[in-house]
């Protein structure tokens, strides 16, 4: 083949511009190596094209090349150490993502001391909110006991105004084991039912009971047993038809069918 | 030369073998403008050529070692992976149903020449216009479709000899024109 003719024939632009086939390229790449004047007409045409084709620069948008960049930098950074350590210009590159990361920082530490502050608002809710669960049961509770208390001193208040009620005051006597005892017999007339109101006696031992007594014709008729309350107590016994007096002995738990005179607290004669 | 500066042709080649930053730099700010220019002739549209002009220095950045200087400077060779990247972009599926999309676009406001005309007056698409139609519509086909002289052949109904031969021709008067 005549060099000259394959010169002229189109194929060195055809080739350059990668517009010939893979087997014209292929022909092209010997004729190249085996012929310098092939070589150097390719070169005179790319130096040719390039001149022309660097004259007709368009500006690519301008934050493209940072684009660019920090991606290869990216790759770049998965890349085993092969580069030098000349690295200049890195600012441009990483300038946004610096700030953006900045930014980030500053929020999530914003972030961070803002939830800490609530987490310890919330433990002090819970702390006051346990406080006051805790008292407000108290005061309930306290409230229930009144409430009961009040029950029973309405109910005594009630039984003390009904006018059948005969009240007999027994004190202590001058022989008893504690001459300051003092308590109350309220015996309703019509009914005969009898309630004691106890203002003062000594605590008893774990194995005694105190028992009241009827005096009826002079002769002792148990009345019933009954325990110490807290405070001063009003408690129903038994219903006694007719009685001249009321006693209170301290027995044997469970009581006695007949007293025990020389552990006699308190006596009082029925009047009117 | 097409060089300035600091390097000539053999160390920016070195240097970019060498994965030196600074050469790639200087590989950018020289050469983008020119590659932008022709992926834009072949793609029409910028948002899309900035994309594909990523996608070749990311692609020089990585092939920079299989660059063989005996078969063409260095220009060439971006230029070259430039215009690939172009057609493919011209032949992905998103780009094909974006071009639906802009022709309603265009037909419906009326502006297909408004928005590619100022196009025509650079780099080898200037050239165009002096080349006789049946010579330039093959160049069209070829350079910037990037078609085949086999698929040329089909679609204009004429012999691959025929293609080959009008191609090259058109090629030599285009030379002309650059000189």
């Given at each position: 083949?005549?060099?000259?003719?394959?010169?002229?024939?189109?194929?060195?632009?055809?080739?350059?511009?990668?517009?010939?086939?893979?087997?014209?390229?292929?022909?092209?790449?010997?004729?190249?190596?085996?012929?310098?004047?092939?070589?150097?007409?390719?070169?005179?045409?790319?130096?040719?094209?390039?001149?022309?084709?660097?004259?007709?620069?368009?500006?690519?948008?301008?934050?493209?090349?940072?684009?660019?960049?920090?991606?290869?930098?990216?790759?770049?950074?998965?890349?085993?150490?092969?580069?030098?350590?000349?690295?200049?210009?890195?600012?441009?590159?990483?300038?946004?993502?610096?700030?953006?990361?900045?930014?980030?920082?500053?929020?999530?530490?914003?972030?961070?001391?803002?939830?800490?502050?609530?987490?310890?608002?919330?433990?002090?809710?819970?702390?006051?909110?346990?406080?006051?669960?805790?008292?407000?049961?108290?005061?309930?509770?306290?409230?229930?006991?009144?409430?009961?208390?009040?029950?029973?001193?309405?109910?005594?208040?009630?039984?003390?105004?009904?006018?059948?009620?005969?009240?007999?005051?027994?004190?202590?006597?001058?022989?008893?084991p504690s001459?300051?005892?003092?308590?109350?017999?309220?015996?309703?007339?019509?009914?005969?039912?009898?309630?004691?109101?106890?203002?003062?006696l000594p605590k008893p031992l774990a194995d005694k009971q105190y028992q009241?007594?009827?005096?009826?014709?002079?002769?002792?008729?148990?009345?019933g047993i009954f325990d110490l309350?807290?405070?001063?107590?009003?408690?129903?016994?038994?219903?006694?038809?007719?009685?001249?007096?009321?006693?209170i002995t301290l027995e044997k738990k469970g009581g006695s069918t007949t007293p025990t005179?020389e552990a006699m607290y308190?006596?009082?004669?029925?009047?009117? | 030369?097409?060089?300035?500066?600091?390097?000539?042709?053999?160390?920016?080649?070195?240097?970019?073998?060498?994965?030196?930053?600074?050469?790639?730099?200087?590989?950018?700010?020289?050469?983008?403008?020119?590659?932008?220019?022709?992926?834009?002739?072949?793609?029409?549209?910028?948002?899309?050529?900035?994309?594909?002009?990523?996608?070749?220095?990311?692609?020089?950045?990585?092939?920079?070692?299989?660059?063989?200087?005996?078969?063409?400077?260095?220009?060439?060779?971006?230029?070259?992976?430039?215009?690939?990247?172009?057609?493919?972009?011209?032949?992905?599926?998103?780009?094909?149903?974006?071009?639906?999309?802009?022709?309603?676009?265009?037909?419906?406001?009326?502006?297909?020449?408004?928005?590619?005309?100022?196009?025509?007056?650079?780099?080898?698409?200037?050239?165009?216009?002096?080349?006789?139609?049946?010579?330039?519509?093959?160049?069209?086909?070829?350079?910037?479709?990037?078609?085949?002289?086999?698929?040329?052949?089909?679609?204009?109904?004429?012999?691959?000899?025929?293609?080959?031969?009008?191609?090259?021709?058109?090629?030599?008067?285009?030379?002309?024109?650059?000189?």
């Amino acid at each position: 083949m005549d060099v000259q003719e394959y010169i002229l024939s189109g194929i060195i632009e055809s080739y350059v511009l990668g517009l010939t086939s893979p087997e014209d390229s292929a022909e092209f790449d010997r004729m190249c190596a085996a012929h310098g004047e092939i070589r150097a007409a390719r070169n005179a045409f790319e130096l040719e094209l390039e001149e022309n084709l660097l004259r007709e620069k368009l500006e690519p948008p301008r934050e493209l090349k940072s684009r660019i960049f920090s991606e290869i930098g990216m790759e770049k950074n998965n890349q085993p150490p092969r580069i030098s350590l000349r690295t200049p210009a890195l600012v441009p590159r990483v300038g946004f993502a610096r700030y953006v990361a900045a930014a980030s920082l500053i929020l999530l530490g914003g972030s961070v001391l803002l939830n800490l502050y609530l987490l310890n608002q919330y433990k002090k809710s819970i702390a006051q909110y346990k406080d006051l669960v805790a008292s407000q049961s108290q005061v309930a509770s306290a409230n229930q006991s009144l409430q009961t208390k009040l029950g029973s001193y309405e109910n005594a208040m009630s039984l003390m105004n009904n006018p059948q009620m005969v009240k007999v005051m027994m004190p202590g006597l001058p022989t008893s084991p504690s001459p300051s005892s003092m308590a109350t017999v309220y015996w309703n007339s019509e009914s005969k039912d009898v309630y004691l109101l106890v203002t003062h006696l000594p605590k008893p031992l774990a194995d005694k009971q105190y028992q009241l007594w009827a005096i009826v014709d002079g002769k002792p008729v148990d009345a019933g047993i009954f325990d110490l309350d807290e405070g001063p107590s009003f408690v129903k016994l038994k219903t006694i038809p007719k009685a001249d007096a009321f006693a209170i002995t301290l027995e044997k738990k469970g009581g006695s069918t007949t007293p025990t005179m020389e552990a006699m607290y308190v006596m009082g004669k029925v009047t009117g | 030369m097409g060089l300035t500066g600091s390097y000539n042709e053999q160390e920016l080649i070195a240097s970019l073998k060498a994965r030196d930053d600074q050469a790639f730099y200087f590989l950018y700010d020289h050469y983008s403008g020119s590659l932008y220019s022709i992926i834009l002739q072949i793609v029409k549209r910028p948002e899309t050529a900035s994309d594909v002009l990523q996608e070749v220095f990311i692609n020089i950045w990585r092939k920079i070692e299989s660059y063989d200087p005996v078969k063409g400077r260095l220009f060439t060779w971006m230029l070259n992976i430039s215009r690939n990247a172009s057609i493919d972009m011209l032949r992905s599926k998103n780009y094909q149903n974006n071009q639906k999309n802009q022709e309603i676009t265009d037909t419906v406001y009326g502006n297909d020449q408004v928005t590619h005309t100022h196009i025509d007056s650079i780099g080898l698409t200037k050239f165009l216009v002096k080349l006789r139609p049946e010579q330039r519509v093959l160049i069209e086909l070829a350079y910037f479709k990037g078609y085949t002289h086999d698929e040329i052949a089909q679609i204009k109904d004429i012999p691959l000899g025929t293609v080959k031969t009008r191609i090259r021709n058109a090629l030599l008067q285009l030379r002309e024109f650059l000189k």
